[in-house]
């Protein structure tokens, strides 16, 4: 499901709520995420998963088109774990 597809669906069903309203609010809620876990901080939906960041430590790697050897800088990466109630539900 793409950004578009989900503010049709929400939109569709709060025929109240204008597509613009719909948009406004899931850009409000998607760069809360963003913001949070920009802080370094989890972000967590009880029954769907968890977001959080991670550090993934400097390391040497290989050029694949040279295989020349490459230092990668530290970098924090996100990370989502699913919610129990998300995996009983995929794996039944």
């Known amino acids: 499901m793409t950004k578009s597809e989900l503010i049709e669906k929400i939109a569709s069903k709060n025929p109240h709520l204008t597509v613009k309203d719909v948009e406004r609010i899931v850009d409000v809620f998607f760069n809360k995420i963003i913001t949070t876990l920009a802080k370094g901080d989890r972000v967590e939906f009880r029954g769907f998963g968890a977001f959080s960041v991670r550090k993934r430590s400097p390391r040497a790697a290989k050029n694949p088109r ?24 995929l794996n039944k």
């Open 66 to 89: 040279t295989g020349e050897q490459v230092s990668v800088e530290e970098r924090f990466i996100p990370h989502f774990k699913t919610g129990k109630q998300l995996h009983e539900l």
